[in-house]
């Protein structure tokens, strides 16, 4: 029995058909096209159109086996403007959502991203966002990462952070956060994030919680930090970066066990008084500096210590030996 043409015809048809149909799933298609529309069509995302399949859209990734939208990465785009549009919180199986480097999206941290349940990755860095960091964040349970760096962002930061059991980096750098950092830092419940909370206009005293922890990394540099800034080390700790330069910090230097596994200590520009531990000969210092501070006595002798320049040492009270001028 023979095949008729048209049956030939209608088979690679329907081959056609099935190989080439859309895989992206209407509904996250109409929420990308919202919110290219909110953003007025710019031109970075010239390649969202309406009559194509949506997974192949720059910009945007999708499940190899749900086809829904898992990624949605906005970049480095100085034409775009706007705020962040609420339609983002139509992507319900969104892991990955980063709008970084566009100077001109302004406006608060949008609410409909407290929807996002799934949200691994929340990148918000290198923008004009302004407004407080509210605690709907801490909603976001799955969060392994968590940047709003370079931003304008006022207020204090919100002491839930601390619930996010999953959260491995927090940057909150580079904004003009005020008041003391929350006591709830010294309570991660889950893993302990690498944490950098610098060039704000934090104040208080470091909490004595933070004793309890043990950062990998920990960045508070340029605030108003005051106090006893000693609690951030400790000998069973594993620390490997500590910066808390150009603060106003206050303690003897004298008491403090510097953890072995630290790499890069930056004391720089504090009233931190007595002298360097004689165990900082056994670290395996890639960078110190502990300049414009008040330690007084002779730079211990052995390991990296004698390798850096004088600037690491220099503006001190009494400090003296190599690199520095001989002790009287």
């Known amino acids: 029995m023979s095949s008729s043409p048209s049956t030939f015809l209608f088979i690679f048809f329907l081959f056609f058909t099935i190989s080439f149909a859309e895989l992206c799933h209407p509904n996250d298609k109409k929420a990308l096209l ?3 529309k909110a953003f007025n069509n710019p031109y970075i995302l010239t390649s969202w159109k309406p009559e194509e399949d949506c997974c ?3 910009c945007v990734e999708c ?3 749900s086809h829904r939208i898992v990624s949605l990465t906005i970049f480095a785009d100085t034409r775009l403007s706007g705020q962040i549009p609420p339609f983002v919180g139509d992507l319900p199986y969104l892991e990955n959502l980063m709008f970084h480097k566009l100077p001109n999206l302004t ?3 949008q609410p409909a991203i407290a929807k996002l349940h799934n949200l691994k990755y929340l990148d918000l860095s290198w923008n004009s966002l302004t407004g407080s960091i509210p605690n709907f964040l801490s909603s976001l349970t799955n969060l392994d990462l968590l940047d709003l760096s370079f931003n304008r962002l006022t207020g204090s930061i919100p002491s839930s952070l601390a619930n996010l059991q999953r959260l491995g980096t927090l940057h909150l750098d580079r904004n003009k956060l005020t008041g003391p950092i929350p006591d709830s830092f010294g309570n991660f419940k889950g893993k302990i994030p690498y944490l950098y909370l610098s060039h704000n206009q ?5 909490p004595t919680s933070l004793e309890r922890v043990d950062f990998n990394v920990i960045d508070l540099s ?3 930090l005051e106090g006893d800034g000693s609690v951030i080390f400790g000998g069973k700790k594993t620390t490997e970066i500590v910066d808390l330069s150009r603060n106003l910090l206050e303690f003897d230097m004298s008491k403090v066990v510097l953890p072995r596994s630290l790499t890069w200590l930056d004391l720089n520009h504090n009233k931190i008084f007595g002298e ?3 165990m900082a000969v056994n670290l395996q210092l890639q960078l110190l500096n502990v300049s414009y501070n008040k330690l007084c006595g002779r730079i211990p002798v052995g390991g990296k210590l004698q390798s850096f320049d004088v600037y690491s040492y220099s503006n ?3 400090l003296c030996g190599k690199p520095l001028g001989k002790c009287k």
């Open 34 to 36: 919202n919110i290219k």
């Open 56 to 58: 192949t859209w720059y």
């Open 63 to 65: 499940d190899r086996k």
């Open 107 to 109: 406006g608060p941290i």
């Open 202 to 206: 934090l104040s208080g005293k470091i």
């Open 222 to 224: 340029r605030n108003r």
């Open 276 to 278: 360097i531990p004689v």
């Open 316 to 318: 001190n009270k009494c």
